[in-house]
């Protein structure tokens, strides 16, 4: 399940959590309409985001790659929900380290 935020810099604030593209859209356009008059403020943020609420885009890749893949674990026990469960964040973590141990075991043993 896929998490998108719109974030006004000018107002600093910060829309609720959407799930689908369009009510992002349409969350933007509402909020440009309602309070700048359709202009669009500098510097806002609009994208997806992680179960922490943090943007994709904002992220390390290491850091992100880690996100999506706890974002994916925590989306087996609760869709709906925000935050990632410590199983989700370890095993996201112990997957990664795990390929690198990998990728370094090929290849020191093509060597
Ligand atoms: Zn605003």
Redesign the pocket.
């Known amino acids: 399940m896929h998490r998108y935020r719109y974030r ?1 810099t ?2 600093r ?1 910060t829309s609720p959590v959407v799930h689908q593209l369009d009510s992002l859209e349409a969350e933007g356009t509402a ?2 309409q309602a ?2 008059g359709g202009h669009i ?1 500098d510097d ?1 943020l609009i994208g997806e985001i992680d179960r922490l609420g943090r943007w994709y885009a904002a992220l390390s890749p290491l850091a992100a790659l880690h996100a999506r893949i706890a974002d994916g674990l925590s989306d087996l026990r609760n869709e709906k929900a925000m935050g990632h469960y410590w199983w989700a964040s370890t095993g996201a973590a112990l997957l990664i380290g795990g390929t690198a141990a990998l990728i370094l075991l090929l290849v020191a043993a093509a060597l």
């Open positions: 006004c000018v107002c604030t909020h440009r309070v700048h403020p806002e």
